[in-house]
């Protein structure tokens, strides 16, 4: 074992990790590894259902190989935490070492078995991705328990047993279950048992095998024996011990009572002295008895090498960010093992299932009689998604649900792939005649009726097609050069797109909104009045207005001809015109804070409209969380004066069309000051309302006194390890979160911190762990790290700031109820608790594509300041964008907003076929080695994935550019746009 020393910038550069991502397990779909030549031998692996399969290997064949083999066959993408186990010649159980070739390993490959089993057991199965991970993972407790390895308590037992049952059988039949139980053992003493089993399998009815697996995990992962492997010692008295290794470090057993632990934090270094274990721990200034050295006796030097080795390979994959590059050989003489960790670790498993878009696996469950139309996966379980919505947003949260077979991951999009694959847009009247491409599946999926439910993550390329794009021609070229150059020219057509997009939305709360409600017969009367007395006269105002602007720029470009009676080419006067009607529209828009304070209410004093907002923000027209369409009306006075600011200052005071500005402005700037403080309280509240719909284990969010300040992934380091976690900074307190597996996909709270009386300082040498830092509150600390130096400022400048804001303020309160404030109390414990929690699997409306989630894909934060640029930021209007290996070029209607880019085949459409959240993108212009031979290029990139997009103007390019820039997290150095030489 490596001792932790001075770290540079990453745990794994640090212990001199390679560049590479180690990845030891194949895809699926990938074909097997190639193998030496040489004579093919036949070897023998069980696996976890005990069935046995034949692989064939040459004699220079690694290890790896043999592994890969297996993996491959099983489809397993997470293989790294499973392993190869056999009986040595000595009859020791070991494990196959990858490096090493397998034939040096197995002397006698005729009479050896290796048996497939779980090697590495994570500390929360909810770090395991794959259904088909935790169906493996399933049936390794259940051979513990066959075994009498899993010991605990009767209630879990037969629980644990009841979950299996129900996996294999479905639900309870009681002459079924007493015949199964009678001819399956599960434990070795099951008759003393059997009435209890029975009693709890009752309670599962409905729970589908994912569900039992899941909750087979939950309860077994609280066991003090879950994933234990004893290795019998006995320490410096003689007195008989077992170790035992885990995810949090070095373990002592006596009998099956953990008597002592020695985390890995703890630990300075492993060794071992023939038959003398040692254990070298670090100085505790605190203990003046403390012993630097613990020394363990066990029965031979090769028990101690094979614990030592599986200590170290726990070490390298729980606590180190890449596998540990080999060591330099010696010249001549060679001192100690050269064993080493081969293959990814934990951290390189999660973000590589993260960053890649995998297809669904299907497997066969071999004991399994429940029969389902498809294997579902727990992190999609069925929820109240309607089926139309299937391309459009909301989508959902499962990073490795495949598109159609159209489409390609996101991560093969290199130089000059779009949003997306390839994939038809068209309906089904305007597709050709024929076509080489598969269009009915893409038609079920446009229609909502492909048999599985197809949920494409928010996180992965929008779902965009090249057989359906317009190409812009010669003739369209020709037309876009005719068009005016003047800078106000551009600024008024970006007034008419916005505009087009602001109608789209007060349609969503005047129209869509009132209609879905009114069919549940749900909507209160007082909501209603105020949605039509407040939210109608706007939408008829700003119908008006648009029909105006569309008026003025058709006679600016000279498609009418009224530009020949007088002179059109200006646009202050009609926002001057409307601006002063809008002042008369000034009690609706105050009202607006009252509507959402009114729905809020009502939405706590009755279940039954509450689901049905939460199934309206399901709709596809509302794409965006629906209190924001409440707010649209505040930000847009704040769009019509930065337009006209800029108007303004591009105008020369002598200009006809700059004191019709310039009153416009005074004018939108009276308005936005006088409802400033309204705009800001009801962002605040809106926040607070949107969050809590992703947290679950609250009481009350949204209560007055209580700021949003931050929302981001950080990385808890606990005895466990570095575990990711969401973390929520309000002004009176810190919550930190894990993500649940439940359909809702709500964020689950394990503590909070009072911000008063805390105090916070770095900790990247105390603690090894690169961009750390340490929160001392009064009862606990915490100590996490952030994903780069920045990310690190950020919080800690925040903290800071909401520290003094604490210090200052007399407002406290507490988000958990007072039994749920300590770490881990939010578990359940008891047995009813337990086979209760199936509860938090039942359907909810999902909300996988909300920017808490994007936040914890792509590992990075968002404070209320972020928030309050991109109410600033919005911008609609048409782009190009370029497909990938083609020249093609395809016209989209943009939207951007809320942090992300929204897709749609015109402005005319009523809901956007995909999304793309640009949190955690770069934007920057195309290299020449890029070979993007066109004007007003930019493009988007997030590690592999790329897109181009394409502007009509200099000044398109500049202002999509800068909103977008005020999203994304890397900054760009400035940009030099392409001229048109035209």
């Known amino acids: 074992m490596v001792e932790p020393g001075t770290r540079t910038s990453v745990a794994g550069q640090r212990l001199g990790a390679p560049d590479s991502f180690g990845v030891s397990t194949l895809e699926p779909g990938l074909r097997p590894p190639t ?70 390993q197995i002397t006698r490959p005729k009479n050896t078995i290796l048996r497939f089993v779980v090697k590495f057991f994570p500390p929360d199965h909810t770090q395991l991705m794959e259904e088909l991970t935790r169906y493996l993972f399933a049936l390794q407790i259940k051979q513990d328990l066959s075994c009498g390895r899993l010991i605990c308590n009767d209630s879990s037992t037969a629980l644990m047993v009841s979950h299996i049952i129900q996996s294999e059988i479905g639900d309870f039949d009681e002459t079924q279950s ?47 024996m879950y994933g234990v492997r004893l290795h019998p ?33 703890r630990i300075r270094k492993l060794s071992f002295k023939r038959r003398k274990f040692l254990i070298k721990l670090r100085a505790d200034p605190t203990q003046s008895s403390h012993h630097d050295t613990l020394e363990f006796s066990m029965a031979s030097r090769d028990c101690c090498k094979i614990f030592w080795k599986i ?68 992190s999609s379980l069925p929820s109240s998604v309607p089926k139309e919505s299937a391309t459009s947003v909301p989508l959902a949260d499962r990073m490795e649900d495949p598109l159609p077979a159209v489409s ?38 446009v229609n909502g009726q492909h048999g599985d439910d197809w949920q494409p993550s928010p996180l992965t390329s929008p779902l965009l097609a090249e057989a359906g794009y317009v190409r812009m021609d010669d003739e369209d070229e020709a037309r876009r050069k005719k068009f005016p150059t003047d800078k106000a020219y551009f600024i008024a057509k970006e007034l008419l797109a916005t505009e087009r997009t602001f109608l789209k939305d007060l349609q969503v709360v005047t129209v869509s909104f009132q209609e879905v409600l009114g069919k549940h017969e749900a909507l209160p009367e007082s909501v209603r009045i105020l949605i039509r007395s407040n939210y109608e006269p706007l939408l008829r105002f ?28 200006r646009i202050g006067d009609i926002l001057l015109k409307n601006i002063q009607g809008l002042k008369q529209l000034a009690l609706h828009i105050q009202k607006h804070s009252e509507c959402l304070v009114e729905l809020e209410r009502a939405c706590r004093s009755s279940h039954r409209l509450e689901a049905s907002c939460r199934d309206f923000e399901l709709q596809r027209s509302c794409y965006l969380p629906f209190n924001v369409f409440l707010l649209r009306p505040l930000h847009r006075l704040l769009h019509y004066k930065l337009l006209l600011e800029r108007l303004c200052k591009h105008y020369a005071p002598t200009h006809h069309d700059f004191r019709d500005s310039r009153a416009a402005l005074a004018c939108v700037s009276e308005l936005v000051l006088q409802l400033q403080g309204t705009m800001m309280k009801m962002e605040n509240f809106q926040k607070l309302l949107e969050l809590k719909k992703d947290l679950s284990g609250i009481q009350d969010l949204a209560v007055p006194g209580r700021e949003f300040l931050r929302l981001g992934a950080l990385c808890r380091l606990s005895g466990s390890g570095l575990q990711q976690r969401m973390f929520f900074l309000f002004s009176d307190c810190l919550v930190y979160t894990s993500r649940g597996m439940t359909p809702s996909n709500q964020f689950k709270v394990h503590g909070q911190l009072p911000l008063y009386g805390m105090t916070i300082r770095g900790s990247e040498e105390e603690w090894g762990v690169p961009h750390s830092f340490t929160l001392f509150g009064q009862h606990m600390s915490v100590v996490v790290a952030a994903s780069s130096p920045s990310e690190m400022d950020r919080w800690m400048e925040d903290i800071r700031m909401a520290i003094d804001l604490a210090e200052q303020s007399s407002f406290q ?71 990938k290996n083609s020249n093609g070029w395809q016209k989209l209607w943009v939207v951007f907003t809320n942090f992300s880019l929204f897709f749609y085949k015109s402005h005319l459409d009523d809901f956007p076929l995909a999304s793309l959240p640009l949190l955690g993108y770069s934007v920057s212009v195309p290299s020449e080695s890029e070979n993007v031979l066109k004007d007003y290029v930019f493009k988007l990139h997030f590690k592999s994935h790329v897109y181009y997009f394409r502007c009509e103007s200099e000044y398109a390019f500049q202002r999509w550019m800068e909103v977008i820039r005020s999203t994304t997290c890397s900054a760009t150095p400035p940009w030099t746009p392409k001229k048109d030489p035209h």
């Open 311 to 378: 200590c170290v390979e726990y070490h390298a994959f729980f606590r180190l960010f890449e596998e540990p590059k080999p060591k330099p050989r010696p010249v001549l003489f060679t001192r100690g093992s050269s064993f080493r960790f081969s293959g990814r670790t934990q951290k390189q498993i999660i973000d590589y299932v993260k960053d890649s878009e995998l297809k669904k696996v299907s497997f066969e469950r071999k004991h399994s009689k429940v029969l389902l139309g498809s294997t579902p996966h727990l």
């Open 408 to 445: 390609a991951p996101e991560g093969q999009n290199h130089q000059g792939s779009g949003p997306a694959a390839d994939q038809q847009l068209l309906n089904p009247a305007e597709s050709p005649a024929s076509t080489t491409s598969p269009l009915s599946s893409v038609q079920t999926l």
């Open 233 to 265: 010692a006995k320490d410096r008295e003689g007195t008989k011990l077992s170790l035992a290794v885990g995810h949090t470090g070095v373990l002592v057993f006596q009998g099956c009572t953990r008597i002592n632990a020695f985390n890995w934090s």
């Open 542 to 569: 700003h119908q008006n207005f648009l029909q105006e602007v569309e008026q003025r720029l058709a006679q600016w470009e000279g498609r009418s001809n009224a530009h020949i009676k007088g002179d059109h080419q």
């Open 35 to 104: 193998q030496p030549p040489g004579r093919q031998i036949p070897i023998r692996v069980q696996m976890l259902d005990d069935s046995q399969e034949v692989f064939s290997i040459t004699h220079r064949s690694p290890g790896k190989l043999l592994f890969d083999l297996v993996c491959s066959h099983l489809n397993l993408v997470e293989g790294d935490y499973f392993g190869l186990e056999f009986q040595d010649q000595r009859r020791m159980t070991v494990w196959l070492d990858l490096l090493k070739p397998t034939l040096k």
């Open 178 to 224: 007493w015949h199964h139980l009678l001819h399956n053992k599960y434990l070795p003493d099951q008759d003393a048992l059997r009435d209890k089993i029975t009693d709890c399998h009752r309670k599962h009815s409905g729970q589908t095998p994912a569900e039992s697996d899941f909750q087979l995990l939950e309860i077994a992962r609280r066991l003090e």
């Open 813 to 883: 309160s507490n988000l958990l109820p007072s039994k749920l404030l300590e770490e881990g109390g939010t578990e359940p414990e008891s047995e009813e608790e337990l086979s209760g929690s199936r509860s938090s699997l039942e359907r909810h409306g999902h909300r996988g594509n909300t920017i808490v989630h994007v936040c914890w894909h792509r590992n990075t934060s968002v404070s209320m300041v972020d928030f309050s640029i991109a109410v600033e930021n919005q911008l609609s209007g048409n782009l190009l964008r370029k497909f």
